[in-house]
């Protein structure tokens, strides 16, 4: 965890540093990694890891010409051994700074013309190209500093073609395992932003449900209003009905606004979508999970289902547990027992789905069990501001659940609450000979909903 940590900090730290600045400090590291070399020959010929990290190097920087950066490597490998050499022994080998240079500059041209960096996916391609780009600059060199009669290519050409197939082996491995990890780390992203997207737009889709039904209130209450006005005699009571109709109206057309842009953001995908089961628990297990990041005893927390149900109204399943279990937290931080722990179930009990959530709260008084579900009813207040909570939690789970022909079910005592909201399979599910493949790719953090296309 800890090395997680420090890695995600020192990415953040590299993220934040310009691209010519990270180049510079890149280049270093190549110069400096040069200095870990064999010499094969007992010359001044060497093997160095540092071509590797070129290769990666011309990787990493797509908007720079891979020929400028090999170039200015080169140099920088002169400049440097120059002065390490002249500090050392007081002297300079001119033949050392041009074959040095040679090696950089014809790479950076075999790499260059054969558009390695284009078709970096193709890690096969990727592998033989670096290997002629390393083997021919090897030659390169070679020929620089001993001329090309006096290089003796034959003997030395199975040590240079074994020298580059390491080292193009390892700058693929290294490509592909970076590659890799970010390609894991932008899915898990993806899945997150997937997962809280998903808690956020069921959400919304309720809340559109139940800004209809006010409407359908609002325009029951005008028309009652109106009729009253019309019933009235001339009088000051007439006119008070009359602007309360009217004042209806503007609030009906007020609450019209307001779905018709949550409309607008509920786009057709997330309306029809479906969803399996194990997707709605971690999601809901992620988004509560981040809420506890900085608890200082964060709540146990289990789910478990026991049929992976491919859900086709899921926004009122995830509705419903997001309730629940929010009710459960508050519960359990008023009082609960040590460890705290939540646990959320599904099961099939024949032609129902059962969705439990259980708790080690305080548990609800026995007076007060009759009362949980009343409009208004609550206990949970503010502490601060001594403000009562609106109480219409439990309300919206069983008018949800009653919507769909379904019940919710509670038992308590001290020490442990348990929730039953019994949901007909034939309201949340799809059939079972639906095309469910697109559905599988979300247990894998696919980040998209999918509507069974």
């Keep these: 965890m800890q090395f997680k940590k420090s890695a995600q900090r020192l990415y953040t730290k590299i993220e934040s540093i310009g691209q010519w600045e990270?180049?510079?400090?890149?280049?270093?590291?190549?110069?400096?990694?040069?200095?870990?070399?064999?010499?094969?020959?007992?010359?001044?010929?060497?093997?160095?890891?540092?071509?590797?990290?070129?290769?990666?190097?011309?990787?990493?920087?797509?908007?720079?010409?891979?020929?400028?950066?090999?170039?200015?490597?080169?140099?920088?490998?002169?400049?440097?051994?120059?002065?390490?050499?002249?500090?050392?022994?007081?002297?300079?080998?001119?033949?050392?700074?041009v074959s040095v240079l040679f090696f950089y500059i014809v790479y950076g041209i075999i790499f260059s013309l054969l558009q390695i960096k284009e078709k970096e996916r193709q890690f096969l391609y990727v592998f033989f190209a670096l290997w002629v780009c390393d083997t021919l600059s090897n030659v390169a060199e070679l020929v620089a500093r001993q001329g090309i009669m006096a290089a003796n290519l034959?003997?030395?050409?199975?040590?240079?073609?074994?020298?580059?197939?390491?080292?193009?082996?390892?700058?693929?491995?290294?490509?592909?395992?970076?590659?890799?990890?970010?390609?894991?780390?932008?899915?898990?992203?993806?899945?997150?932003?997937?997962?809280?997207?998903?808690?956020?737009?069921?959400?919304?889709?309720?809340?559109?449900?139940?800004?209809?039904?006010?409407?359908?209130?609002?325009?029951?209450?005008?028309?009652?209003?109106?009729?009253?006005?019309?019933?009235?005699?001339?009088?000051?009571?007439?006119?008070?009905?009359?602007?309360?109709a009217r004042s209806i109206h503007e609030v009906k057309k007020d609450y019209m606004r307001i779905s018709t842009s949550m409309e607008g953001i509920l786009s057709e995908e997330y309306r029809d979508a479906s969803l399996r089961i194990s997707a709605v628990f971690a999601a809901l297990e992620q988004n509560f999970n981040r809420y506890q990041l900085f608890d200082k005893e964060p709540v146990e927390m289990r789910f478990h289902?026991?049929?992976?149900?491919?859900?086709?109204?899921?926004?009122?399943?995830?509705?419903?547990?997001?309730?629940?279990?929010?009710?459960?937290?508050?519960?359990?931080?008023?009082?609960?027992?040590?460890?705290?722990?939540?646990?959320?179930?599904?099961?099939?009990?024949?032609?129902?789905?059962?969705?439990?959530?259980?708790?080690?709260?305080?548990?609800?008084?026995?007076?007060?069990?009759?009362?949980?579900?009343?409009?208004?009813?609550?206990?949970?207040?503010?502490?601060?501001t001594g403000q009562l909570s609106n109480g219409l939690g439990l309300v919206q789970i069983r008018y949800l659940a009653e919507q769909m022909?379904?019940?919710?079910?509670?038992?308590?005592?001290?020490?442990?609450t348990t929730f039953r909201v019994y949901l007909p399979l034939a309201a949340i599910t799809r059939p079972a000979n639906a095309d469910i493949q697109g559905n599988e790719a979300v247990e894998d953090a696919t980040p998209f909903l999918s509507a069974g296309r």
Aim: aromatic residues 14%; hydrophobic residues 45%.
């Design 405 to 416: 022909g379904g019940r919710v079910e509670v038992s308590s005592q001290p020490g442990e």
């Design 305 to 384: 289902y026991h049929q992976n149900l491919l859900l086709s109204d899921y926004s009122a399943v995830v509705s419903i547990l997001n309730n629940l279990i929010t009710n459960s937290l508050e519960a359990i931080k008023d009082g609960g027992g040590s460890p705290a722990w939540l646990h959320v179930e599904q099961e099939n009990q024949g032609s129902f789905c059962v969705l439990s959530v259980a708790d080690n709260g305080p548990g609800i008084a026995p007076e007060n069990l009759e009362y949980i579900f009343d409009p208004g009813f609550s206990t949970k207040f503010d502490k601060q």
């Design 22 to 97: 990270l180049l510079i400090v890149m280049v270093m590291v190549t110069v400096f990694l040069g200095q870990l070399y064999y010499k094969p020959f007992y010359s001044e010929f060497r093997f160095s890891l540092s071509v590797t990290a070129l290769s990666l190097l011309l990787f990493y920087f797509n908007k720079i010409s891979c020929f400028f950066i090999a170039c200015l490597v080169g140099f920088s490998t002169v400049i440097f051994r120059g002065a390490c050499l002249w500090l050392a022994e007081g002297t300079f080998s001119a033949i050392e700074s």
């Design 154 to 244: 034959e003997s030395v050409a199975p040590v240079l073609v074994i020298a580059g197939l390491i080292r193009s082996a390892l700058s693929v491995f290294i490509y592909a395992l970076v590659a890799l990890l970010v390609t894991r780390a932008a899915r898990k992203q993806e899945k997150k932003q997937y997962y809280q997207m998903l808690v956020f737009f069921s959400t919304l889709k309720d809340d559109l449900f139940f800004f209809r039904k006010l409407m359908e209130n609002l325009e029951t209450t005008m028309q009652d209003s109106y009729s009253l006005y019309e019933q009235l005699e001339d009088g000051k009571r007439k006119e008070l009905a009359l602007q309360v």
